[in-house]
């Protein structure tokens, strides 16, 4: 009953975002344009796409080695292929790792550890993010907006800081997991007792996260290059630097597990962020909604590895 309520929820929510950002632009204008993008750059992002997963799963990979998950590079590219294929309609884009840490789980006979990597893999990732959208920041054009931006930015650069401060350091570690007992039941406590243990083992290979993170930088940028291309595609008058900007700031957002998908708050978002830079509500929804479509058609290598995953079982 709590799932369907959380879902009817996210639901919900989903439609009130669409709403407000359809309610912005005429419906038939934006259609139109969607339906009159230039070939070329859209094969180029679904290409950038395409490259962007498969890279992310070699990042994924890097992350396990050290909790002992060595199964070989290719069901990593495998299940992150699986996992981008449901982003797209589970809740953000954060949705598709609950799927690829399952199918990891089954894989090495790993119960807890295999979602530990999942986590330290995302976590590099949003590391990533908060690096290309804070040197964007500094040198980007942002109008009178630009100190409140930038204090945003450094208030996500150092919680992100904080946060891994804690997780890689031990005795900050297994203060935060004693807190932490203090306030869950037994039954939690059983199934996080080795996701801590293995948060823990990270200690002694720091390289290989900071590694990670500085791979996660060029994956990000082959992800922020494919959203660019769709921009060419749409004819809209932005130069890379403002993309660079708006893209990790608005896939930020679309982690919060609020819409399936990050369906309404991913085009509400770029209608906040670009009309800094005179675009308007219809151009800004229009590449909003052609991300998702691209997430979609990206994601149809996912899909047929999925189905021949199923067949495998």
């Known amino acids: 009953m709590r799932s369907w309520l959380l879902r009817l929820g996210k639901l919900a929510v989903t439609s009130g975002f669409l709403w407000y950002a359809l309610s912005k632009v005429d419906v038939e204008n934006l259609l139109s344009r969607m339906a009159g993008v ?32 060595d199964p070989g590079w290719s069901p990593y590219i495998r299940f992150s292929f699986i996992g981008n294929f449901f982003n797209a309609f589970l809740p953000t884009f954060v949705g598709g790792d609950l799927v690829r840490g399952y199918y990891l789980t089954k894989h090495s006979g790993h119960i807890s550890f295999p979602s530990v990597s999942t986590l330290m893999d995302r976590n590099a990732g949003v590391g990533g993010l908060i690096l290309l959208g804070g040197a964007a920041a500094l040198v980007a054009d942002i109008g009178p907006d630009k100190p409140l931006l930038l204090a945003v930015v450094g208030a996500l650069l150092l919680g992100y800081l904080l946060a891994n401060l804690v997780l890689l350091t031990p005795s900050l570690l297994k203060r935060f ?15 996080l007792e080795n996701t801590f243990l293995g948060i823990s083992m990270f200690r002694d290979h720091l390289p290989t996260f900071l590694g990670a993170v500085l791979l996660s930088v060029f994956i990000h940028l082959i992800s922020i ?25 608005v896939a930020l957002i679309t982690m919060v597990p609020v819409s399936i998908g990050g369906l309404g708050v991913r085009e509400t978002s770029f209608i906040a962020i ?12 229009t590449l909003g909604l052609t991300w998702y479509l691209l997430i979609v058609v990206g994601g149809v290598p996912g899909l047929i590895l999925y189905l021949l995953e199923r067949t495998r079982r």
């Open 38 to 69: 230039t070939a070329l750059p859209v094969l180029a992002a679904i290409l950038c796409w395409v490259l962007m997963q498969a890279i992310g799963g070699l990042r994924w990979a890097l992350l396990a080695h050290p909790l002992r998950l």
């Open 177 to 191: 997991q004693h807190a932490l007992f203090r306030v869950v039941g037994a039954k939690a406590q059983a199934r």
């Open 225 to 249: 290059s494919a959203i660019y291309f769709l921009g060419i595609a749409l004819d809209l008058p932005l130069g890379f630097l403002v993309y660079l900007l708006a893209v990790p700031l």
């Open 274 to 285: 670009l009309g800094q830079y005179g675009v308007d509500p219809e151009l800004s929804v």
